[in-house]
C-alpha cells in the first residue's frame, strides 16, 4: 500500500495549482460578485486540456488517470468552487455518460469534441418535481421515423447557459417507470430548446445554472445512448464517478479556507501577539487539517478503485459523505477564526463557507449518500 503520489501525478499537481493561481484565483472573487462564470476562462481551461484530464488521447484527452483528475479538482476548488463544478459536471457526468456506455461513432462525433477543447457540456436528469427520486421524471421521448422528440424540462443544469452539448434523461416508455428511462445526446443549439437565466444561489454563485426546456427537440436515433431503458443506470454510474470529483472538490473547499485561515493567524494581533501563538488556534487548526486529510485519503482510495476497475460506488459516496461534511465544518471554523473578517466579502473564507455547503446537496444529498452505503454494507 503506498500513499504516495507518483512522479508525474506530482508535476500535474503543480501544473494544476499554477494554472489555479494565476488564471483563477484573480477573478475568483470577481465571477462570485457578478454571478457569471468567465467565459475567456473556459477557453483558458479549454486550451490548458482541464477538460479532459481522464480521458483517452484517442479521443482528444490528456491520458491521464482518475486520481490525477482529482488532484485538479482539488486544486480549483481551492480557489474557486465555481470552476470545480463546472469542470465536474462537464468530465465526470457528460463526457462519462459517452464514454463508458456510448458507441465509437459517438465518441469520435460527440465526446471528441467535449474532452479536446472544443464543446463544453451538460447533463439533464432533475427536473422542478425530480431530485434524488429520478422516478419522478416527467421528459418524455418519443420515437417518430429516424428522431426521437423530446418534451420536458430540466433544472439545476450546469454549464447550461453556454454548454453545447446536454446528456438528456427522459421517458421512452412511462409505462415502465425507471426502466423506461433513456440517455441522449442532445445539441443544445437546436430548435426548440430554451435555456433560462441563471438561477440565483447561495454559493457556487458564477457557475452556470440554469433550468433547460425542451419543446418538441428532435434528436437523431443515433445520439441514444446505448440501448432503450438503459437512461437509469447510465445516470447512476455516472454519479458514482461524479461523487469522486465532489468528495476532491470539497477537500478543495476546505483545504483553501485552512490555507487563508494560517495566512490570517500569523499576521492578527490580539492581546498582544499574533493570534496564532493561542492554543485554541493552533488546536481547531489542527483538527481542521487533520479531517482534511482523512477525507482526501478517501478520495483517493475511491480514484484508485475506479482506475481499477474495481467497485467502487459505496468509496464514492463514502468520500462525497465525509468530504461534504469537512468542507461545511472546517470553512465554518475557519470563518470564526477570522472573526468579524471571516463574515466579510473582503476574504475569501466567507464563500468558501457559502460554496461548501452545495457540496452536501449535488450529485446526490447525503441523506443518498448513506442509502448508497447502508445498502452496500446490506443493513
Given at each position: ?5 507518483t ?17 483563477i ?7 462570485d ?15 490548458a486540456?482541464m ?13 491521464a488517470d482518475?486520481?490525477t483528475y482529482?488532484?485538479?479538482m482539488?486544486e ?13 459536471v462537464?468530465?465526470?457526468l ?11 461513432e ?11 477543447g472544443t464543446a463544453i ?5 432533475t ?7 429520478a ?5 418524455v421521448a ?8 423530446i418534451?420536458?424540462?430540466?433544472v ?18 412511462k409505462?415502465?417507470?425507471l ?34 426546456i425542451?419543446e ?7 445520439n ?13 454510474v455516472?454519479?458514482d464517478?461524479?461523487?469522486i ?15 487563508e ?7 492578527r ?7 496564532n501563538k493561542?492554543?485554541?488556534t ?13 477525507a482526501?485519503?478517501?478520495?483517493w ?5 475506479k482506475?481499477?476497475h474495481e ?5 464514492a ?8 461534511e ?6 465554518r ?6 472573526g468579524?473578517?471571516g ?10 463557507m457559502?460554496?461548501?455547503?452545495i ?6 444529498t ?6 448508497v452505503?447502508s445498502g452496500?454494507?446490506k443493513?
Amino acid at each position: 500500500m503506498d500513499f504516495k503520489l507518483t512522479k508525474p501525478q506530482l508535476l500535474q499537481q503543480e501544473l494544476f495549482r499554477k494554472f489555479a493561481e494565476t488564471e483563477i484565483k484573480p477573478i475568483a472573487k470577481d465571477m462570485d460578485e457578478a454571478e457569471e462564470y468567465s467565459l475567456d476562462l473556459v477557453a483558458k481551461l479549454q486550451k490548458a486540456g482541464m477538460f479532459g484530464i481522464p480521458y483517452s488521447r484517442e479521443y482528444g484527452g490528456q491520458g491521464a488517470d482518475v486520481l490525477t483528475y482529482t488532484l485538479a479538482m482539488e486544486e480549483v476548488s481551492k480557489v474557486d468552487a465555481s470552476t470545480g463544478i463546472t469542470m465536474s459536471v462537464h468530465t465526470s457526468l457528460c463526457c462519462s455518460c459517452i464514454d463508458q456506455f456510448g458507441s465509437e461513432e459517438q465518441k469520435h462525433t460527440h465526446m471528441r469534441p467535449l474532452i479536446d477543447g472544443t464543446a463544453i457540456g451538460c447533463y439533464g436528469l432533475t427536473e422542478p418535481g425530480a431530485g434524488t427520486d429520478a422516478g419522478g421524471c416527467q421528459t418524455v421521448a418519443v420515437l417518430d421515423g429516424d428522431n426521437y422528440i423530446i418534451n420536458g424540462s430540466k433544472v439545476f443544469t450546469t454549464n447550461s447557459g453556454f454548454a453545447d452539448t446536454c446528456i438528456v434523461f427522459a421517458l421512452t416508455d412511462k409505462s415502465k417507470g425507471l426502466r423506461g428511462l433513456s440517455a441522449f445526446i442532445v445539441d443544445l443549439h437546436s430548435e426548440g430548446v430554451t435555456v433560462s437565466a441563471n438561477i440565483e444561489r447561495m454559493g457556487i454563485r458564477a457557475a452556470s445554472n440554469c433550468e433547460v426546456i425542451y419543446e418538441n427537440v428532435s434528436v437523431p436515433v443515433a445520439n441514444l445512448i446505448g440501448k432503450e431503458g438503459m437512461g437509469f443506470k447510465i445516470a447512476m454510474v455516472a454519479l458514482d464517478g461524479g461523487r469522486i470529483g465532489i468528495g476532491a472538490q470539497s477537500v478543495g473547499i476546505a483545504q483553501g479556507a485552512i490555507d487563508e485561515a494560517l495566512k490570517y493567524v500569523k499576521e492578527r494581533k490580539q492581546f498582544g501577539k499574533t493570534i496564532n501563538k493561542f492554543q485554541n488556534t493552533q488546536f481547531k487548526l489542527a483538527e481542521c487539517q487533520t479531517k482534511v486529510d482523512a477525507a482526501r485519503l478517501m478520495v483517493w482510495r475511491a480514484a484508485v478503485a475506479k482506475d481499477n476497475h474495481e467497485a467502487y460506488s459505496k468509496e464514492a459516496a463514502m468520500c462525497k459523505l465525509f468530504g461534504s461534511e469537512v468542507a461545511n465544518e472546517v470553512t465554518r471554523v475557519c470563518v470564526q477564526l477570522l472573526g468579524g473578517y471571516g463574515y466579510c466579502r473582503e476574504y475569501p473564507v466567507e464563500r468558501a463557507m457559502r460554496d461548501a455547503k452545495i457540496t452536501e446537496i449535488y450529485e446526490g444529498t447525503s441523506e443518498a449518500m448513506k442509502m448508497v452505503i447502508s445498502g452496500a454494507m446490506k443493513v
